[in-house]
């Protein structure tokens, strides 16, 4: 009943070629939009493994300016904080040690001078002698006055190596704080080992210059 022409055949031959190859040209588009999608989430992906490689590494002058600033900080930049016990104990002991001593050659040093001047109103002295002893006890007036003299000296020796020592601490952390910043990935390898073994030494130029060593060998 139908009849078709040329031009008629032509037009669904096109029609056909136009549904049968489209959808293949729009396939191969989306293949290539996800092979670059892919490509950067595995570029994306590989970025972010290589940060995470990359290991922290504290700064050797941040470190010592940080323990400078305030002792223990240094300590706490490098991450060894089993460290900062040992820090603040060494520096509350020296604080304690500089502020006993001081206070106790304070108290002599004003019994001494009260003792030897002639006003009797300062009679300090007599709050630091021993309960139940009075001056001819203690041997007279000039030999308790030696002897407060004699302590006076002591205590303030003893208050100034507080302080060095608070100063050579100070310094200790400030040396500890650059050395662990410096050493910080410094490979310490567990195998520690020592091999000891005879060695024969000789020199061939020379008659009877053969000798016997043991020599060591320390592998670490």
């Known amino acids: 009943m139908f009849g078709y022409g040329r031009d008629d055949v032509k037009n669904i031959e096109m ?11 729009i ?11 892919s490509r950067r989430h595995r570029q994306r992906d590989a970025e972010a493994d290589t940060a995470q490689v990359v290991a922290w590494r504290p700064d050797p002058s941040k470190a010592v300016w940080l323990a400078a600033i305030c002792p223990g900080l240094g300590q706490i930049y490098n991450r060894k904080y089993w460290k900062l016990p040992i820090v603040y104990g060494g520096f509350i002991g020296c604080i304690y040690a500089i502020t006993w001593n001081n206070n106790m050659y304070q108290d002599y040093k004003l019994a001494y001078r009260d003792i030897i001047d002639t006003d009797d109103n ?3 002295w007599m ?3 021993p309960k139940g002893y009075t001056l001819e ?4 007036k000039e ?12 205590y303030h020796r003893f208050r100034d190596l507080s302080i060095v020592a608070t100063v050579a601490l100070y310094a200790l952390t400030l040396v500890d704080a650059f050395v662990d910043a410096q050493l910080y990935d410094f490979d310490i390898s ?7 073994h005879p060695t024969l030494r000789w020199d061939p130029y020379v008659k009877e210059s053969k000798t016997a060593e043991l020599q060591f060998t320390i592998k670490f």
């Open 190 to 196: 567990p195998d520690l080992s020592m091999d000891i």
């Open 15 to 25: 029609m056909s070629d136009t549904i049968y190859y489209t959808p293949s040209r």
């Open 127 to 129: 709050d630091i002698m």
């Open 143 to 154: 030999t308790y006055a030696n002897l407060l003299r004699s302590r006076q000296q002591r």
């Open 27 to 37: 396939s191969s588009a989306e293949n290539v939009s996800e092979r670059t999608i």
């Open 122 to 124: 300062t009679n300090s």
């Open 137 to 140: 006890m203690l041997g007279g």
